[in-house]
Structure formats: structure tokens, C-alpha cells
């Protein structure tokens, strides 16, 4: 059997490969009153991706009446535990109010969420547009950075008061680093003392949490074909919290964000010159250090604190400590 036959085949099972259950899903919702499942041609379903809690499926379906509709499907992944029904229901509510506002960035809108084995589904416009990498080199124009602060900015505008009910996260931008800095007790030795005293120094102040997106790395982000604004996809990891912890999921420590020499100053400049509130190097440092510090902890967990792998992590986590003038 070809693999076209092998997919008619399986299309109606209730479980299987991803596909069938996208498929699945897209006739559900499309399915209008009076009709038969089979008024709707799924097409063919396209894997785009995963992420941490989904994995995405896209296709375009013909109805009934010879319309065309281009939909993402967000399949949960089996290993998620039941509050991905909690996290999908907060991320529909989410990309439903960022729909009434004006916002220099595209979302894509919520068609319907369905029940299936693990969770919920979710169906979303496809919104097309240009995949972003966001080193320097392969991205068009050369400046990576001008994205993502624009990008960041305009999330951290957004009023956080209507979402407070239903977003989970902290209540003030020092509260996030507190709980955040945590990880840190378990660093070892001189090197976690260092840190952490850096850390507490550099502490951000006690004001109220902005939206965050969480994971504005360049699978999240399109460019607009014609110049338009850019779409910002997968909301899933949206919370309220520091802003700096968006860019700094971004940075990651790295000595040469984007790969360029002075990246994260860059970065800081563009999105200073868009946001209404400045942030500093050393607000993304304080995350930064504690990304870093976590990633070490986990190599030690599973590789032994002698191991190369953690030795180059925790001269990573120092490297970056360095650079913040903490050592």
C-alpha cells in the first residue's frame, strides 16, 4: 500500500499517528449543521512542529460550498500531564484578548478547542509568512535584534490587569527573580557564592509584572511578506513576570547573542528605544545567570560535577558573571 493509501486508510481510527488525529479534529469543527463529515476534504495535514506541551499540524480544507480554510492544529503531546487543558484554556483566553487589541505584531485567532486523548486541541488561522533565524547572518538585513526588541516591547505593553485572572505568574518583576533565583542555592563552592551575591545586588525593582510571551526565539517569530507586521506564534508559554526574562530567554548567556560581538547591547538599545520602561544588561544578566546556573545543576544531576559537560557549563555560567563585572 502507498502512503497515500496508507493514510486513507487510518484516517478514521480514533488513535494513531498524529496526522489522523489532526485530521480528525479540522473535521469536527468544519462539520456544519446537517452535514456529514465527509462534506469536509481535510487535504493533506502538514507536521509543522512541537513544542513543549503541543505538537502542530497545519492543512488547508475544502467545505462543502468549495471555500478554502488554512488551520493549525495543536495537538497535545501524549507525555504532558492533565493541566494542558488549564494551559491550552489560558492560552485560547490569552490570543482572544490580544484579538481586540492594537498591536504592532500579528497573533493568530483561535477557530476552536476540541477534547481529544491527552488534553485539548487547538485550531488556529495559519498565518502565513517568513521563518526567522535569528543569527545575524541569516536573517534578512542582517539585524535580528530589531525584531525581537520591537517584538518584546509591544508584549510588555500590553495592560497585564485583564489577565491577571486567568495568566499564571508574579505579581511584581522582583518577585520573579526571587523565585527564579532559587536554583541558585545549589550551586556549589565560591563560584555559586559569587553568583548569588551578584545576583541578590542586582536585584530588579519592586514594580508591577508585565505580559510576557516566554519562548521569543526565531521558530515563534514570521516576517510579514510585504512588509507588514510580524506574526508572534506559540503563546503557550505566556505569563506575567519580568521583562527582562524575555530577553534573556533570547540571549541565553551567550557571549555573542545573534553571533555578533555586543549583541545583547543591541538588543537593549532597540528595545529601550520602543518600550515604555528601559531595561539595563544587568536585569537580563540576573536570568541569565540563572538559566545558566540551572543548566549546570543538570549536567551535575546527570553527568557527575567532574564530567567535561559540566565543567563547560559552569565556566559558561562564570563567563557570564564575568561579563556582568561580578568576577
Same mark, same amino acid.
Given at each position: =500500500? /502507498?502512503?497515500?493509501?496508507?493514510?486513507?486508510? /487510518?484516517?478514521? =481510527?480514533?488513535? +494513531?499517528?498524529?496526522? *489522523? =488525529? *489532526?485530521?480528525?479534529?479540522?473535521?469536527?469543527?468544519?462539520?456544519?449543521? +446537517?452535514? +456529514?463529515?465527509?462534506?469536509?476534504?481535510? &487535504?493533506?495535514?502538514?507536521?509543522?512542529?512541537?513544542?513543549?506541551?503541543?505538537?502542530?499540524?497545519?492543512?488547508?480544507?475544502?467545505? *462543502?460550498?468549495?471555500?478554502?480554510?488554512?488551520?493549525?492544529?495543536?495537538?497535545?503531546?501524549?507525555?504532558?500531564?492533565?493541566?494542558?487543558?488549564?494551559?491550552?484554556?489560558?492560552?485560547?483566553? %490569552?490570543?482572544?484578548?490580544?484579538?481586540?487589541?492594537?498591536?504592532?505584531?500579528?497573533?493568530?485567532?483561535?477557530?476552536?478547542?476540541?477534547?481529544?486523548? $491527552?488534553?485539548?486541541?487547538?485550531?488556529?488561522?495559519?498565518?502565513?509568512?517568513?521563518?526567522?533565524?535569528?543569527?545575524?547572518?541569516?536573517?534578512?538585513?542582517?539585524?535580528?535584534?530589531?525584531?525581537?526588541?520591537?517584538?518584546?516591547?509591544?508584549?510588555?505593553?500590553?495592560?497585564? @490587569?485583564?489577565?491577571?485572572?486567568?495568566? *499564571? &505568574?508574579?505579581?511584581?518583576?522582583? @518577585?520573579?527573580?526571587?523565585?527564579?533565583?532559587?536554583?541558585?542555592?545549589?550551586?556549589? $563552592?565560591?563560584?555559586?557564592?559569587?553568583?548569588?551575591?551578584?545576583?541578590?545586588?542586582?536585584?530588579?525593582?519592586?514594580?508591577?509584572?508585565?505580559?510576557?510571551?516566554?519562548? %521569543?526565539?526565531?521558530?515563534?517569530?514570521?516576517?510579514?511578506?510585504?512588509?507588514?507586521?510580524?506574526?508572534?506564534?506559540?503563546?503557550?508559554?505566556?505569563?506575567?513576570?519580568?521583562?527582562?526574562?524575555?530577553?534573556?530567554?533570547?540571549?541565553?548567556?551567550?557571549?555573542?547573542?545573534?553571533?555578533?560581538?555586543?549583541?545583547?547591547?543591541?538588543?537593549?538599545?532597540?528595545? /529601550?528605544?520602543?518600550?515604555?520602561?528601559?531595561?539595563? &544588561?544587568?536585569?537580563?544578566?540576573?536570568?541569565?545567570?540563572?538559566?545558566? +546556573?540551572?543548566?549546570?545543576?543538570?549536567?551535575?544531576?546527570?553527568?557527575?560535577?567532574?564530567?567535561?559537560?559540566?565543567?563547560?557549563?559552569?565556566?559558561? =555560567?562564570?563567563?557570564?558573571?564575568?561579563?556582568? $563585572?561580578?568576577?
Amino acid at each position: =500500500m /502507498n502512503e497515500l493509501g496508507f493514510r486513507e486508510g /487510518n484516517r478514521e =481510527m480514533p488513535r +494513531g499517528p498524529g496526522w *489522523a =488525529m *489532526a485530521a480528525s479534529v479540522l473535521r469536527e469543527v468544519l462539520t456544519g449543521p +446537517g452535514q +456529514g463529515r465527509e462534506s469536509v476534504d481535510v &487535504g493533506w495535514v502538514q507536521y509543522l512542529g512541537e513544542g513543549l506541551t503541543h505538537v502542530t499540524y497545519g492543512a488547508t480544507p475544502r467545505l *462543502a460550498d468549495g471555500q478554502e480554510r488554512s488551520l493549525v492544529v495543536r495537538l497535545p503531546r501524549p507525555e504532558v500531564e492533565d493541566d494542558q487543558r488549564i494551559g491550552a484554556r489560558r492560552e485560547e483566553h %490569552l490570543l482572544r484578548h490580544l484579538q481586540t487589541l492594537e498591536l504592532p505584531f500579528l497573533v493568530p485567532r483561535v477557530v476552536s478547542t476540541v477534547p481529544v486523548e $491527552g488534553g485539548l486541541a487547538v485550531v488556529q488561522e495559519w498565518l502565513a509568512g517568513i521563518p526567522v533565524d535569528l543569527r545575524a547572518s541569516r536573517f534578512p538585513g542582517g539585524r535580528p535584534w530589531e525584531l525581537v526588541g520591537r517584538v518584546a516591547a509591544g508584549v510588555h505593553a500590553v495592560d497585564p @490587569e485583564p489577565l491577571r485572572h486567568a495568566l *499564571a &505568574g508574579f505579581g511584581s518583576r522582583q @518577585e520573579h527573580a526571587l523565585a527564579f533565583a532559587g536554583v541558585l542555592e545549589s550551586v556549589p $563552592g565560591s563560584d555559586g557564592e559569587d553568583v548569588r551575591g551578584w545576583v541578590r545586588g542586582h536585584l530588579p525593582p519592586d514594580r508591577p509584572s508585565s505580559l510576557l510571551h516566554g519562548d %521569543l526565539l526565531g521558530q515563534n517569530l514570521l516576517l510579514s511578506w510585504d512588509d507588514g507586521p510580524p506574526v508572534v506564534l506559540d503563546w503557550s508559554e505566556a505569563t506575567l513576570g519580568d521583562p527582562a526574562y524575555d530577553l534573556a530567554i533570547v540571549t541565553r548567556g551567550a557571549r555573542r547573542p545573534f553571533q555578533v560581538t555586543g549583541g545583547l547591547q543591541r538588543l537593549l538599545e532597540e528595545y /529601550n528605544r520602543h518600550a515604555e520602561r528601559p531595561l539595563s &544588561g544587568a536585569d537580563v544578566h540576573v536570568y541569565e545567570l540563572c538559566l545558566r +546556573g540551572k543548566l549546570y545543576l543538570d549536567a551535575v544531576a546527570d553527568h557527575g560535577a567532574g564530567s567535561a559537560h559540566a565543567e563547560s557549563l559552569q565556566r559558561a =555560567m562564570i563567563g557570564v558573571l564575568r561579563r556582568a $563585572g561580578g568576577a
